[in-house]
DNA sequence: CACTAATCGAGACGGTACGTCGAGTCTTTCA
DNA sequence: TGAAAGACTCGACGTACCGTCTCGATTAGTG
């Protein structure tokens, strides 16, 4: 999120309705016209703020358009079907779900692209979206551990490893068919990359 | 490619030199500014070319740019390694290799996420790069099925689907792993994908 | 006109149609469009020639319109109505008649404002219309003086400038009342014109 | 003058500073380049503003010339040299001196021009630069009523007709000599004229 | 009759300016 | 002193014409 100069007690108080106004208008503007035809004057506009206050508070457009689209991500949550594969598949399918929003596919892939010349970006991206959902696959892991599909590890590094590797592969694959592929994130598709990644960490664990 | 009026004999004709010298300069811009610092103008000028002719033959900077950066993946080659397993994870570090020049990675990045909200760039982008490298993925199923190391395929549908999901999974993992993880794909990393996907296709056939 | 160059005797020979398409051309665009938005790529195509044609014959848009406003001021005559009073009146309404036509309003207006800073061009204009039309007012005084209304003259460079004079005024004031005042050149206005004019030269002559 | 939005109290109101360097620098630009050469652009950059604000306070290149060039003709001064002549020929040769200046001619001519086909600025011309110095023939009958030289008007209809006429006269005559026949308008020609003009209007109150 | 050389149409070329738009900053007045 | 309003500078946009150029295809006269 933005900062604030720390100790400055006198004066008018910022107003908390305007960030949650502001970011509000920037999701519905990124659903209406797009990353590119997005602009700040609008935003301020749409949320009934001046230009002013809008940077005030955030540094640029991509700034603004990350915060505005990190908590999109939030609200994906391990289902806890009872099988590892019904949890990965249900979190696969969740995930295809949000990307189906125009702001999410916008929001996401605009960043990102951005983020490919500006390092601060990136760092921004993966404290705010990448690791914070990385915990879906840890706790996907812990569950099937306690169910006793998959044994307990026992290298810590190798263990961080595998996760990502997960992780790569999962939110890869499912961005790559649905936004670059461009072919739909059905259960029938969800189910065989649930496979291939059961089999292939199976076959891997029985080394 | 941009296309011109089919049968047009009279007139000065267009410069071939000019196609080239824009490709080229775009991709040096790319390089030097990144996507949204990139302008046409700038491109005109480094080109040697006026900025009209660059808009006759362009329709704007998506078009320009995937065209410039399309042939970047055309250099991608099956090592063809006398396994599959080396056959993929050389494609892998290839990808990565490509994906490490910056021109590579903010203009790939920059046109996805402008397909986004433009169907008709989303198609020149499956046309244009993600269908012509689905090659590798047959390419490398068919030196396997030679070799051995796979079964013959049975239904063809159920083979394009597989391919598909091949394809999806690799691009999509390195392209995440690269651009938004920002980790390394280096040989270990690159190994570890390979063994998931041999493993899991193993797995799958042997049902 | 155009010229062009004296000893080729071989090769095509210029279309001579293509000369007088070129200036009705032209005057269609003139009260169409007006002297700014009058553009060289539309002539060429109103007259069915090529652009290279035009500037083949034409040096650019000042020499062009200059011609083919040249000739509209060709059919003002000297009405012999009986009296110099009569006479000057025809005159300045025949004028009027032909300022009211928009290619000769805007037309004689944008080459005498371009010709304030290209002396070739005011020379063209003093050659093609100003010394052209002032053989109305050298006939008018003849013939006023065959019918005893005027003194023969004596001193010839006096003669020419009053002739110079007279031009001036009438040109001037008709020229002004239209396009600058902006009222109407009726019967009325033309007639105290030309009373003011007759008085003043009588009294003068009385001198 | 540009006009604007009438009762906005709040935000940054415009420079008021900014007016009188484009206007100037509109003047340097037509004395360097004259009217056809002149561009918003460059008006801009010597006055040291932006496009925008330019854009922001006049509608195009003609509405600002006008406003460039008639307080050129302020400077304007009936000489009260004690006879109607002198009068006449203080003015007319102020006029010719001012139209001697190459933002003068070029200016006055290209906004002309274009009002031919342009009524708003026509009538911003009649406002701005006409009816403002018509001031000078009335001012000048009036003295010469004071005097004795000319009667005092009977009827007030027939008295503005005068003007008018007189007020055509002069202008066209001196436009016309300096800017289309191009001769010089000096001493013997103001007399010239001067004579004709009185001559006539005494001719014509002798009736 | 073929040759030849300048013409013709068409349209791409390198330029220049257009008028608009958005970014980000600055300067007011109001609360 | 924060916030709204809106003018400010800057720079790129995509378009329109400019005047030039390169084409292939016509034309006369000349040889």
Known sequence: MQS?????RTGRPRS??????????????????????????DVATRAGVAKT???????????????????????????????????IEGVV???????????ARSGLMAVVAESTRD????????????NRQKRLVVEGRTRAQARGEL???????????????????IAGAVVHRALVSAEPVDATWAWSLTAL?????????AV
């Open 151 to 169: 044994p307990p590890e026992t290298d810590p590094s190798e263990s961080a490893r595998t996760v990502d590797l997960i992780f790569d592969v």
């Open 93 to 103: 399918l969740q995930f295809a779900t949000i990307l189906a929003r125009p702001e």
């Open 4 to 8: 604030r100069s720390p100790a400055s």
């Open 119 to 130: 390092d601060a970006l990136r760092e921004r991206i993966r404290e705010s979206i990448v």
């Open 197 to 205: 990644l059961l089999n292939g960490l199976a076959a891997a664990a």
């Open 53 to 87: 206050t809008l940077y005030r508070r955030w540094a640029g457009k991509n700034e603004l358009v990350v915060d505005a689209v990190a908590e999109l991500f939030d609200e994906l949550e391990l289902p806890d079907s009872g099988s590892l594969a019904a949890d």
């Open 16 to 41: 908390a309705a305007a960030d949650a106004a502001i970011l509000a208008a920037t999701r519905a503007a990124l659903v209406e016209l797009g990353w590119s035809k997005l602009t700040l004057g």
